[in-house]
């Protein structure tokens, strides 16, 4: 038998709570299974060395911020990897390089080509416990690569698929996945199972108790998943396939994005082909665009809105700058966020979305933008109304009720 268990920052917050790790990691060693072990920068150890980049430049060169960043989960492995060796087990810590992860050269949210799990397997093979250092790759030229924030998750999870692993537990600081942030709504209900498709939505959507990309690759590995807390022994969440036993909630979830960023460009020309430079230069980039919305053009003008994540609001608004010329005119504003409620079952029901409106409403909350779909309904609204617009919704849809 051979698990993936992925502990993410909270968990190895302090050297304390690694040896607690170690403890842990040594009693699943002792059922004798095969472990991988892919664990997390110190929580708060990633921002800090953003925010040292940032003392030098607004705009850092990604491949140094990558070789920075990718420097907080080695830390982690090698002490993990140390005082598992001093308890008597013998353990190996490799960084993203080592343990054969080849990514793209995106850097700062490289995407994983292939996994060479030779090294991997001989250390498994010698009856080590293998540490990987979470969040990073390398790209054909050598560089360290990043995976995009929380992408510990997604190092996990693509091992375990290479590795063929009989199991992937992401141990985190929550028992599992809940109907929303229980740091936000403590009346929020933490689910037994929850399928992949209503996880990945979440996700994406900002619940970042598992990173989304990690979700879409073990829907497509058909990695067996479970979040739990490393902090006590409760059962956690799987997250598998969908199946009649499923319960079939109309709304199954509210997730809250602070990471958004609006911009608005105003007076730009009613044209065709007009939306298609602009989204085509911005995604030469890189850059994520989520919601659009157009105003209905008057005198051959019209407006354009649309959010980015916060952190690539200045270059995206320098790209707009250089495409529509220094007199444009380009609004910005980051304090917005984006709630959404998250539901399968919304599918085959009306009113779901009139129900959002009003609750927003009743609470006094204006509604900027929005965008649905077919199983799910977000919102932008101001960042002053975050939590009280996700406890309205949670409460709104009854999701503390079973
Ligand atoms: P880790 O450092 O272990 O990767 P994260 O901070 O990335 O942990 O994710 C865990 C956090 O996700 C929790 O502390 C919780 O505040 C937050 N969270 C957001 N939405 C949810 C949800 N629906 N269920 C559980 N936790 C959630
Ligand atoms: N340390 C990285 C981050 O904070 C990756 C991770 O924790 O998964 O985003
Ligand atoms: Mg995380």
Do not use: W
Not at 62 to 84: H, K, N, Q
Not at 102 to 107: A, N
Not at 135 to 158: C, H, M, N, P, Y
């Amino acid at each position: 038998m051979l698990i993936v268990q992925k502990y993410g920052g909270t968990s190895v917050g302090s050297l304390e709570r690694i040896q607690a790790v170690a403890q842990r990691v040594i009693a699943s060693k002792k059922d004798g299974v095969k472990l991988v072990v892919v664990v997390s920068a110190m929580s708060g150890v990633t921002n800090d060395l953003i925010d040292k980049a940032q003392y030098f430049s607004k705009n850092p060169s990604p491949r140094e911020l990558d070789l920075l960043l990718s420097s907080g989960e080695r830390v982690t492995s090698a002490l993990l990897s140390i005082a598992l060796n001093e308890a008597g087990f013998k353990s190996i810590a490799f960084s993203g390089r080592l343990a054969g992860i080849y990514t793209d050269s995106v850097h700062t949210k490289a995407r994983i080509n292939k996994i060479d799990t030779t090294n991997i397997n001989k250390a498994l093979d010698e009856d080590n416990i293998v540490v990987v250092a979470g969040f990073q790759g390398i790209d054909e030229k050598g560089f360290a690569t990043t995976l995009g924030r929380g992408g510990s998750d997604l190092s996990a999870v693509a091992l375990a698929g290479a590795l063929k692993a009989d199991l992937c537990e992401i141990y985190t600081d929550v028992d599992g996945v809940y109907t929303t942030d229980p740091r936000i709504e403590p009346k929020a209900r933490k689910l037994d199972v929850i399928s992949y498709d209503e996880m990945l939505e979440l996700a994406s959507l900002g619940a970042k108790v598992l990173q989304n990309r990690s979700v879409e690759l073990a829907k497509k590995l058909n990695v067996r998943l479970v979040t739990r807390s490393s902090f006590n022994t409760n059962e956690g969440t799987i997250i598998s396939k969908e199946d009649d036993k499923m319960e079939q909630a109309l709304v199954s979830g509210i997730a809250l994005d602070k990471n958004q960023a609006r911009l608005t460009l105003r007076n730009i020309e009613d044209k065709p082909g007009i939306a298609a430079e602009i989204f085509t230069a911005l995604a030469n980039e890189n850059i994520n665009v989520d919601m659009i919305i157009q105003n209905v053009g008057r005198d051959g003008a019209t407006n354009l809105g649309f959010t980015v994540p916060e952190n690539e609001l200045e270059l995206a608004k320098n790209i707009m700058r250089k495409l529509l010329g220094e007199n444009a005119l380009i609004e910005t504003d980051s304090e917005v966020v984006k709630v959404s409620v998250v539901g399968v079952g919304m599918k085959s029901h009306s009113g779901v979305a009139s129900k959002a409106f009003k609750s927003l409403a009743d609470e006094g909350i204006n509604i900027g933008m929005i965008s649905t779909s077919e199983i799910k309904i977000s919102m932008i609204v101001d960042e002053k109304y975050a939590e009280l617009a996700v406890r309205a919704l949670h409460k709104a849809y009854e999701l503390d009720k079973k």
